[in-house]
């Protein structure tokens, strides 16, 4: 029975931007660097914030520490097919959102990983997805030039668009396009032709799919001769074309457009549905002028006026809300034995929503608009995981619910005052009368009536009242 | 079933408490088998509290007399694999491994054939509820999956607004409600249903229902309900209207929920995402809840890779899903099957010539398919002729508005100028009323 910290309104909205749901442990942390801005920092340059939990959970998914080869050996010989292994990487991204201490991180990687989509879902690239996610996660504070080479030439993504079987020969188109129109430069903004000749730069980086699974350049692979892609020109010469690889990606990494896409993305992730167009191109020249690098952007995201007039205007996406729901839930996830297991079944809840993490079935990455996670079904599908979490129903194995009676805030409290604390506590600010009335409907109690242990609404309806909070636009919304 | 989640005060049914729950939760493992949760463990009925559950926020929904299933090829599907021109002796040539022999296809005549995956069609395609138009598409050639998707479903070249024609379509005149135009198989509703009147989505019949509101969930459920039309009662944005219209329909697609799983006529659906969608369409249908409009997704045609043969690969096993999944649907249909037209789109076709994966990379026209009432079955469309070059398209001649206008023209009385805005339509032929 402790009362929830204080939270600012800027502390609030920066823990639900920048960190997978304000929570009352979050704003200690937050208390403890010294206010939002100085936290920010501190997450930003990692100095002084535990990544033990990445760490330590690595090891409850065997999967994640093997190569494709070993990955598909264990499929072969019967102990893991192989399409379960992206099953695990999906869950140890939910369980490190809900309980890392590296928010900031984990909310990059998951921002780089939708914008450099690879699928964790079945198919070829099952056997490098996690090792994909890893690429990601090492350069996702970093600099895009950087990240785009890892992701481009990695053979996770040579599997997903094909880059991984296209030949001098033949080069085959379909890496080389959504690099242009997905990765980088936007709709509008290449040519069929650029497209050609971009499939014919990346030639090289093969996988031996289905066979050993083996993976590296090939310079018998790579289409030699002169080529020209959105201003980009180079002799292409040398049958070794990992050099102009790193010199096309460095020139499209620099362009002003994808320096305003990038910039348009963060926007729609990190402020609104709608972000104002000088706060596009206000990203994009910090974007460029720091060379690609990400911090000097995200630093003049989050001090700009129109971040602090955005709170609570973004629709949380399905996993935003699995994961957010058991963070301020303090529901506690262990090493998973089985499918029962909560850091396991976690996953189905997430799917149940809408969409399971890294699951969007094409290049684009999910939508980040309300508009594609606000239709009926999703809705019932939120309300159905809040009744299961907030009444610690299922999942039930390897997990920790807090107890009922553990949310009074003191031995006696008004009915009201319970409402208001149970308000503090999941969102971080006070009931509002249309929350305090939800409440009272729910369980028919009144305002003033005096609630203790033994009271009816701590035996039975805690969890209703939970639900009531969660169940409401200010926890589905961040 | 018992009654679950428990509703208190009695000890013997605490939120921890055995016997039921135990119950409950071994009803959710198997639910969970299914991709499914608490929703669907929750859901037989009782009759005391049938249809009195929510009071809906729009007027009773009314019947649908006719009903449109657009079922989207998402990933831009081969048109020349699906309904083969050959005759062409360029089809032929440009495909030397992955073409299908002649002496392989269906319901051939002098110009096409069908792949012979679609066998399960063959007997409705005999008695000529199918037809397929050829070269059809977007009119001027859009590579990109993304912004020709958003131009197919959007259908309104003229207007920057997010508006799908379906949603113009189910907003032709005063009857709003969210059942009237309904996304079955997953939750996102694609664009083609985007815009100013309410709609529903449901990933499955059975879930749609409130937890812990539902028909065993009496007086305390009653609560619930109450709680949650305060909650979202004000509430703005899509968030607010998908909530109020979740809660508003809810009760009114109850027949649905509660109709009996199995399917008639002997149908059998594959165990897959658009057998299992296409199930939940037909009880949807049958229930009569109202649904004018029904979207279901098919995805995963971008084949760039692996088209395969008729031995292997992707085409034989996404054709063979497509067409059995719908032959279940209309077999579990039965005579209602004449009142309900599905219409299939893909965002565009591939190129003619096959590229060294055996696969295909992204082109122009494509085929559509149309099944069901008010379809005049049949090979429909202008051949433009194929060319062997490397970028070479199958040629769009019918544009794939001038399809989808006479069938919400023939089958709705719908006007096509409010539809598909500053589209003047041709005769395709291909529908009647």
């Not at chain 1, 362009?255 to 994009?284: C, G, K, Q, Y």
């Amino acid at each position: 029975m402790a009362t929830a910290p204080r939270a600012t309104p800027f502390s609030r909205h920066l823990a639900n931007r920048f960190g997978y749901g304000w929570t009352p442990a979050l704003q200690r942390q937050v208390d403890r660097a010294g206010g939002p801005a100085r936290w920010f920092e501190q997450q930003l340059t990692g100095v002084g914030v535990s990544d033990a939990f990445h760490d330590t959970s690595r090891g409850w998914w065997p999967s994640l520490t093997l190569s494709g080869p070993q990955i598909w050996a264990r499929h072969q010989a019967g102990v893991q097919e192989y399409w379960r292994a992206t099953s695990d990487y999906q869950r140890w991204v939910l369980a490190r959102r809900i309980h890392s201490e590296r928010q900031v991180l984990e909310a990059m990687t998951d921002f780089w990983e939708n914008h450099l989509h690879v699928p964790a879902v079945g198919e070829a690239q099952a056997m490098y997805r996690a090792s994909y996610g890893a690429a990601i996660r090492a350069h996702a504070l970093g600099s895009f030039e950087d990240l785009l080479h890892a992701a481009i030439t990695h053979p996770a993504m040579g599997c997903y668009l094909n880059n991984a079987v296209s030949t001098a020969k033949a080069p085959n188109e379909d890496l080389g396009r959504e690099l242009l129109e997905v990765h980088t430069l936007g709709r509008g903004n290449h040519t069929e032709d650029d497209v050609k000749a971009s499939a014919r730069i990346l030639t090289g980086w093969r996988v031996a799919l289905w066979r050993d699974w083996t993976h590296g350049y090939d310079p018998a692979s790579h289409w030699v001769g002169p080529v020209r892609v959105a201003g980009f020109e180079h002799p292409n010469a040398d049958p070794d074309g990992r050099a102009v690889t790193r010199a096309y990606l460095r020139h499209l990494a620099h362009h002003p457009a994808t320096a305003r896409r990038i910039a348009r993305r963060l926007a729609l992730r990190f402020v609104s549905d709608d972000p104002s167009a000088a706060l596009v191109e206000h990203l994009a020249q910090t974007y460029l002028q720091h060379g690609t690098e990400v911090k000097p952007v995200l630093r003049a995201l989050v001090a700009h006026p129109e971040f602090r007039r955005s709170a609570g205007r973004k629709v949380r996406t399905p996993e935003e809300d699995v994961v957010a729901t058991y963070r301020v839930l303090g529901v506690r996830l262990a090493r998973p034995t089985d499918d029962e297991s909560a850091a396991n079944a976690l996953l189905w809840q997430t799917g149940n929503i809408g969409l399971q993490p890294f699951a969007w079935p094409r290049p684009d990455g999910r939508p980040d608009v309300a508009e594609a996670w606000s239709s009926t079904a999703r809705v019932l599908a939120s309300f159905d995981v809040h009744v299961a979490l907030a009444g610690g129903w299922w999942p039930r194995e390897q997990v920790s619910h807090r107890p009922a009676r553990s949310w009074l805030p003191a031995r006696r409290v008004r009915f009201a005052g319970l409402v208001d604390h149970l308000s503090r506590s999941l969102l971080g600010r006070p009931a509002s009368p249309t929350l305090q009335r939800a409440c009272r409907e729910v369980v028919g109690v009144g305002a003033r009536e005096v609630v203790d242990a033994s009271h009816g609404v701590v035996r039975w309806d805690m969890w209703r009242l939970l639900t009531t909070v969660l169940d409401s636009p200010a926890h589905m919304s961040r | 079933m018992t009654l679950c989640p428990p509703q208190g005060p009695t000890p013997t049914a605490t939120p921890a408490g055995a016997g039921c729950c135990e119950e409950y939760a071994g009803l959710t493992r198997r639910g969970l088998l299914r991709a499914g949760g608490l929703a669907a463990a929750t859901g037989a009925l009782t009759a005391t509290f049938g249809a009195t559950t929510t009071q809906t926020a729009y007027a009773a929904t009314r019947s649908a007399p006719r009903t449109l299933v657009l079922l989207s090829l998402r990933g831009a599907a081969d048109g020349l694999s699906l309904v083969v021109p050959h005759a062409d002796p360029v089809y032929y040539a440009a495909r030397p491994r992955i073409a299908v022999p002649k002496a392989s296809l269906l319901a051939v005549d002098a110009q096409f054939g069908l792949h012979p995956s679609l066998a399960p069609l063959l007997p409705m395609w005999q008695q000529g509820k199918v037809a397929a138009v050829h070269a059809v598409g977007l009119p001027a050639p859009n590579r990109s999956h993304f912004s020709a998707m958003e131009e197919v479903e959007d259908a309104d070249p003229g207007s920057s607004a997010r508006v799908g024609w379906l949603n113009r379509l189910i907003g032709r005149d005063g009857w709003e409600h969210p059942l009237r135009g309904m996304h079955l198989g997953d939750a996102v509703p694609p664009t083609t249903l985007v815009g100013p009147r309410p709609t529903f989505a449901a990933t499955s019949v059975e879930r749609v229902e409130v937890a812990a509101a539902g028909d065993d969930d009496g007086e305390r459920g009653q609560r619930r309900l109450r709680g949650l039309r305060t909650t979202w009662g004000g509430a703005g944005g899509p968030l607010g209207q998908g909530a109020r219209s979740a809660l508003g329909a809810v009760a009114d697609f109850r027949p649905a929920r509660t109709s009996p799983e199995a399917p008639r006529g002997g149908a059998v659906y594959p165990d897959s995402d658009l057998g299992q969608a296409l199930a939940s369409a037909a009880r949807t249908i049958r229930a009569d809840v109202g649904a004018e409009v029904i979207t279901v997704d098919h995805g995963s045609w971008d084949m760039h890779t692996d088209v395969g043969n008729l031995e292997w690969g992707d085409m034989k096993n996404k054709a063979t899903d497509l067409a059995k999944s719908l032959a279940a649907f209309f077999t579990d249909l039965g005579a209602l099957g004449d009142q309900v037209t599905v219409v299939t789109v893909s965002e565009f076709g591939r190129r003619v010539k096959e590229n060294a994966n055996w696969g295909l990379d992204h082109g122009h026209g494509t085929v559509m398919l149309a099944l069901g009432g008010g379809v005049k079955g049949g090979y429909v469309g202008r051949w433009p002729g194929l060319q062997n070059t490397v970028d070479a398209d199958v040629l769009v001649t019918t544009d794939y508005r001038s399809v989808l206008a006479e069938l919400v023209t023939t089958r709705f009385g719908a006007s096509s100028a409010q539809v598909f805005p500053g589209f003047t339509p041709e005769t395709v032929g291909v529908f009647r009323a």
